[in-house]
Every structure is written in structure tokens, then in C-alpha cells.
């Protein structure tokens, strides 16, 4: 996702994280500003839109029938979508998904499937043959870095604000009813990505900063501390001791964010 | 479908295989296996029988993707339709394309780069038969099909997984461990470098057994470590004996 950043430009940043400065005025392990607005969007069943920084991405929920996995017969079916929209991004492109999408879709879909925040027994309306399928689709509104945080966040934000159809069997025929119940939630996982640039680790890298790092790790977090899903990019590499830092301020980033959101 | 087993590990602690916990599958890596390629590679890492190959550096096409100080790599992983139990659509499912980025990424750091402005290298990664742990055996096949290229690198790449299954971190996941187990952490490393260059996990793990996993990942990837360095030099000692029967 890369266009030119001056070597200048790169110097100042490099500089000023030696320092334990950023550019913005933010310390290493802060994350910028982060506001969550939920249902905005009235014809899903579920939205939230998340602004990191000056980072805009809208995620909506929707719910329909569909046929389960045969090796999960008894599970409802997670299916997570990202488009990098062309307004977002001089570097976006219109066209089929490419790998940037797919894996920002992936890791969010991840974070969420791996930590079972989705109650999936509960969306079975026949086993075997008809559940509920609970679609998330990501829009990335304005990329201004770290993307895999703010849609991680969005996807949970929207997945907490789903409402899903009353139904009722009428020969065998799913009728949906008059109402809603809240879509059923175990974990609320949260996904917090750390960028290395000369060896230092910062928190919640903005787009300039992206431009400077070599690799990036993000780390889901489960509500109770724990790891449930990971992901290294970027063509640099970590050190093992680098790794488990990551890990440990991963962590505690998580649980700032958990008591500050309420979740 | 495979019926689900009812242990994992069993009273003596021996796996479904008979592999204690912090051993590795039996490993075989052959190096220049395809004539047509610059530098190619074949693994078989337990039941994975994987062929990686190398073009380049050479011209890009399209010629607008090259760039002005650097080599650019490009990186196919793909599994063939009877790799597998189920028949694969051929076409690039969403999983190969992430695998295909995360592997050129676990490759890219090993690579000097900057040697060879304005040209492309291209990885092409077969999966013919799939068991579990691909992406890693994909990586150890791979940086040796760029090595044997003669495409200059800092270090080799070695890939191995660890994992969780029932309540004990494990080395090197198979298919069913990896399906019915708790979690799995794919690490790729520069050896030599002690540099982590691939680094995944889905599951659910403390930070303490996250860390006995990386652990024995790395110790995993020093072995197979050695394993490549044998497979190159056994490579290379054939062509030196060819070269002494001509002269």
C-alpha cells in the first residue's frame, strides 16, 4: 500500500522515534483519537462507524438464511468482506479485491471466528440445512494507517449493534416475524497493531508512519487477555524478544481500550 | 472427511503419528528438480509434497510494475485440485492470495533487493498434495529454489509451526491436529539472522504458552535449517563431480 515518502520525511520520523517522539505529538504506545458512532446505517441489521485519527472505516452487518458449512453443521456461518473503497485512497483501485483487502478481511475475520465472539449454535434454524448467515462488510472510508485496527474495531462495534430477525417454522418454511433480538455475543476480541522502525515498536501507526516501518505485527485480544490471533506483515522482520514486547504492550493496549469502550 | 479422533495425545504423551510433542515430521528436500527454472526446490514434510520454483531476475511484465532501485517479488502459492480430500477449485481462493503475500513477506527480508534495479523475480509455489503446515514447508522450499537461482540472499528462510492441542504445545501440526486442535502459530525465521519473518496464529493462547510456541517453533526451524543446508550442498556437490567427469 505503499507511494514514495520523501527520504527526508523518513529521516524526521526516523529521528524523531529515537527520541520516543512522533510526528503527530503522540507518544510510542498512544493511539490516536478513537470515536465509535453504532446504527447509523438503518437498512442493515447492524453498523458501526469508526474513526481513528483522521482513519474512516464503516462496517454493516447483514443477516440472511443460507446452508452451513458441512463440517459445522450446527454453526451459523461468519463471512468477512473488505473493500478498499477508490474514494478512500490515492492508492485504492477500483476492480476485484486485491491481497491488501483480502487480508484485512482475513485477519478482521480472524480476530473475531478465532476468539468465538459469535455465539454460532444460536444461529442454526435447522441443523444441517438452514442457519443464519451473518455477513460484515468492511468500507474503508478514508485510509490514513492502520486500517486492520479501525476495522477490527468497526467490525466488533457493528457486530455489537446487530439485531436479528424474528422467525418462525411454518412447513418447513423459515417466516420472518414481527420484532428483533440482539444477535448472540460471547467475546469482544480487539485488534492492536504495532509497526517496527529501527528496531523501535509504536503503537497504532498512521499512514506516513506505514510509508517508514519495515513490518508490522497485529495481535487480537480476547476479553480476557489472551491471544487469539496474530499477523506479521511488511517485508522487515521481528526478533523473538521483539515478538513477545509486542505481545506484552498488545495486551495492555487491549485492556485500556476494553475499560475505556465499556466492552 | 476424516472421523474426529477421541485423544489427541495419548497416556504416554505420543501424538496421533507416534511424534512425541517436540518433534518434527520426517523431512526430505530435493534441490533442482525442474530443468526449465532458475533455481527450483521439492519438499515432502511429513504428507506435504510441495514443488517451488524461481524465474528471474528478469524483465517485468507488465513493465509499469518494475521499479527504479529494487527487484520486485512476486510470489504465487497454489494447491492443486487433488491436494486435498475435497476437490479445490482451481482458481485462487481468498486463503492463497493472503498466503501468497504473507510467504513473499517471509521471503523479501533474506533478499538483497537492491542488487538488481528494474527486474522482477517470480516465486511459484505448488502444493500437490496438502497435510497440514504448507505455508511453512512452502517458505523452507521456496528460499531454497531462490538460493539455488543464485539470487544473493543475507540467509536462508526456514518455516515451521507450533501449536496447541488438548492442553499441550506441540511442534509441527499435521492436518487433523491442526482442524481439531486449539491453536497453531506459523513462524518462518532467518536462522543465522535470529530474525522472525513469518509470524501467524489463530486459536486462543496465554501469553505464556504464546511464547513456549514460538519457542519451539524456532527450535523446529533451526532443525529444518539444517536439513536445507544439506539438500544445497548435496545439490551442488553433484554438479561439481558432473564438472570433474567433463574435464
Not at chain 1, 503503537?203 to 480476557?224: G, K, Q, Y
Not at chain 2, 529494487?70 to 494447491?79: E, F, K, P, Q, S
Request: hydrophobic content about 40%; some cysteine.
Amino acid at each position: 500500500m505503499s507511494s514514495l515518502i520523501t527520504r527526508v520525511r523518513l529521516k524526521q520520523i526516523e529521528n524523531l522515534i529515537e527520541k520516543g517522539k512522533r510526528l503527530d505529538g503522540r507518544g510510542l504506545g498512544d493511539y490516536r483519537e478513537i470515536k465509535i458512532e453504532q446504527g447509523i446505517i438503518e437498512k442493515a441489521e447492524g453498523s458501526a462507524r469508526v474513526l481513528l485519527g483522521k482513519t474512516e472505516v464503516l462496517v454493516g452487518v447483514k443477516i440472511e438464511t443460507g446452508e452451513p458449512f458441512p463440517d459445522t453443521p450446527n454453526e451459523g456461518v461468519l463471512t468477512v468482506n473488505a473493500e478498499l473503497v477508490p474514494l478512500a485512497s490515492p492508492s485504492f483501485e477500483a476492480g476485484p479485491p486485491d491481497e491488501n483487502s483480502i487480508e484485512l478481511a482475513r485477519v478482521v475475520d480472524r480476530g473475531i471466528r478465532e476468539s468465538k465472539a459469535i455465539d454460532a449454535e444460536k444461529l442454526v434454524i435447522e441443523p444441517g440445512k438452514k442457519v443464519f448467515v451473518v455477513f460484515v462488510d468492511i468500507y474503508v472510508l478514508n485510509h490514513d494507517g492502520n486500517l486492520i485496527d479501525a476495522a477490527a474495531l468497526a467490525a466488533v462495534a457493528a457486530l455489537r449493534n446487530t439485531k436479528m430477525p424474528n422467525y418462525e417454522i411454518e412447513n418447513g418454511e423459515v417466516k420472518i416475524k414481527q420484532g428483533y433480538t440482539q444477535l448472540p455475543m460471547r467475546a469482544y476480541p480487539i485488534t492492536v497493531t504495532l509497526g517496527k522502525i529501527n528496531g523501535k515498536l509504536i503503537v497504532d501507526p498512521w499512514l506516513e508512519e506505514e510509508e517508514a516501518i519495515d513490518s508490522r505485527i497485529s495481535l487480537a485480544i480476547n476479553d480476557e487477555g489472551n491471544i487469539c490471533a496474530i499477523q506479521k506483515g511488511g517485508v522487515g522482520y521481528f526478533t523473538p524478544q521483539q515478538i513477545l514486547e509486542a505481545a506484552r504492550i498488545a495486551k495492555e493496549k487491549a485492556t485500556a481500550l476494553r475499560k475505556k469502550l465499556d466492552w | 472427511m476424516s472421523e474426529k479422533p477421541e485423544k489427541l495425545i495419548d497416556k504416554k504423551g505420543l501424538r496421533l503419528d507416534g511424534r512425541k510433542p517436540d518433534e518434527l515430521r520426517p523431512i526430505k528436500i530435493e534441490v533442482g528438480v525442474l530443468s526449465n527454472a532458475d533455481g527450483s526446490a521439492y519438499i515432502e514434510h511429513g504428507k506435504n509434497k510441495i514443488l517451488a520454483a524461481a524465474f528471474g531476475p528478469r524483465e517485468m511484465h507488465p513493465k509499469h510494475l518494475t521499479l527504479p532501485d529494487r527487484m520486485v517479488l512476486r510470489c504465487r502459492y497454489h494447491m492443486a485440485p487433488f491436494s486435498v480430500q475435497e476437490r479445490k477449485s482451481p482458481a485462487p481462493s481468498r486463503r492463497e492470495i493472503e498466503l501468497s503475500k504473507v510467504i513473499r513477506e517471509a521471503l523479501e527480508p533474506a533478499v538483497f533487493v537492491e542488487y538488481y534495479p528494474r527486474t522482477g523475480v517470480d516465486i511459484f509455489i505448488e502444493v500437490l498434495q496438502a497435510d497440514g503446515g504448507t505455508r511453512c514447508a512452502s517458505i523452507t522450499a521456496a528460499a531454497l529454489a531462490l538460493a539455488d537461482a543464485g539470487i544473493p540472499m543475507r540467509d536462508l528462510v526456514a518455516a515451521c509451526a507450533a501449536g496447541k492441542v488438548g492442553d499441550t504445545v506441540v511442534l509441527d501440526l499435521m492436518d487433523t491436529e491442526d482442524k481439531v486442535g486449539s491453536a497453531d502459530v506459523p513462524v518462518a525465521i532467518m536462522p543465522n539472522l535470529n530474525a522472525v519473518t513469518l509470524l501467524q496464529m489463530d486459536g486462543i493462547l496465554t501469553f505464556e504458552e504464546f511464547e513456549r510456541a514460538v519457542d519451539l517453533a524456532i527450535e523446529g526451524c533451526k532443525k529444518i535449517y539444517a536439513v536445507q543446508k544439506e539438500a544445497l550442498k548435496a545439490r551442488y556437490m553433484a554438479v561439481k563431480q558432473e564438472e570433474e567427469v567433463e574435464e
